[in-house]
């Protein structure tokens, strides 16, 4: 499914948040604007169904038995990016 999204000013946004979050509510999708620069999306929250959600868990659990780290590796994770 495609949602055309509305372009809206960030002032004009602040003093109509609660109707903008009704039509959200509604599927529809807005961008906001900061001196006709896109600055954020208002968009609907995707909530997974049961079955994306079980597929999702299923392959966590495939995938964490099929290789194990090593004592070296998970040292180097720790401090990676560590000064």
């Known amino acids: 499914m495609t949602t055309l999204s ?10 109509k948040l609660s109707e903008l979050i009704k039509r959200v509510s509604r ?12 600055i954020a999306r208002l968009t609907p929250v995707h909530r997974p169904s049961r079955g994306e959600m079980g597929d999702a868990i299923a ?3 495939a995938n964490r038995s099929a290789r194990t780290a090593t004592a070296a590796e998970l040292l180097a994770w720790k ?4 000064r």
């Not at 599927?27 to 896109?38: A, D, P, Y």
């Open 6 to 15: 509305s372009s809206i000013p960030l002032a004009e946004a602040k003093s």
């Open 59 to 61: 392959r966590m659990r």
């Open 79 to 82: 401090t990676e990016g560590r």
């Open 27 to 38: 599927g529809e999708e807005f961008i906001i604007t900061r001196h006709e620069t896109e």
